[in-house]
Nanobody, 123 residues
Framework: QVQLVESGGGLVQAGGSLRLSCSVS????????MGWFRQGPGKEREFVAA????????YYADSVKGRFTISRDNAKNTVYLQMYSLKPEDTAVYYC????????????????WGQGTQVIVSS
């Protein structure tokens, strides 16, 4: 059973930064492509960023490109989302997800999900 546990959310002012972490257990971490998704108030869940098992390729939504960085530490079974220049519209519950195969940007292609961590960006 693959388990994902996010941490690092919180309240931050616009322009600030946060780093989210997601710890994974139950499967060889390097075999998993990891993604971050978010769901804002009254919105659909949307893709934020993803990273391949080796960490060699990353994917970003246009709305976060240049502000967010996804990375992973396979020795620690952890994936990170470093968020800079946060905006009020980044306010959402952020979910970590893992997939064995499929499209990196499609939520339905992810088999495993964390419980989510809340990020609130105040203006």
């Amino acid at each position: 059973q693959v388990q994902l546990v996010e941490s690092g959310g919180g309240l931050v002012q616009a322009g600030g930064s946060l780093r989210l972490s997601c710890s994974v257990s139950g499967r060889t971490f390097s075999t998993l492509r990891m993604g971050w998704f978010r769901q804002g108030p009254g919105k659909e869940r949307e893709f934020v960023a993803a990273i391949t098992g080796s960490g060699g390729t990353t994917y970003y939504a246009d709305s976060v490109k240049g502000r967010f960085t996804i990375s992973r530490d396979n020795a620690k079974n952890t994936v990170y989302l470093q968020m800079y220049s946060l905006k009020p519209e980044d306010t959402a519950v952020y979910y970590c997800a893992a997939q064995v195969s499929g499209l990196a940007t499609i939520a339905l292609d992810y088999s495993y999900w964390g419980q989510g961590t809340q990020v609130i960006v105040s203006s």
